[in-house]
């Protein structure tokens, strides 16, 4: 348990840890957000033929939180494919989400 929690295989195909985030509150056109609908992080693995193994996730982040994240994965190597919102219309203004993957050589 590297991450700090087990994962599950979906698919057959790919590892992934979810990881909700509990601690943030977001209503959307009135209606309260839980975090299995927009409010959770993961991280999926997977392993490819060559011993290959692509991670790409989505971090749910406040901008508070959003540089440091940031400079974290930049210093693992990990690329940021997005920085972006997944709800149109929300009163937690801060919250966003980064998407970002990484090929490595890694052992899974």
Known sequence: MVLGRAGEVNRGLMYHVEFPRRDLRMVSYGITITP???LSSNV???RYADGSTMV???LA???RES???AD???AHGIGQTAIHKHLLAHEARDQLWRESE????IQV
């Open 36 to 38: 299995p609908l927009a």
């Open 56 to 58: 790409m996730g989505g």
């Open 61 to 63: 982040v406040t901008e």
């Open 72 to 74: 974290a994965l930049y």
């Open 67 to 69: 540089q440091r994240v």
């Open 102 to 105: 990484d090929m490595a050589g």
């Open 44 to 46: 999926p693995f997977v």
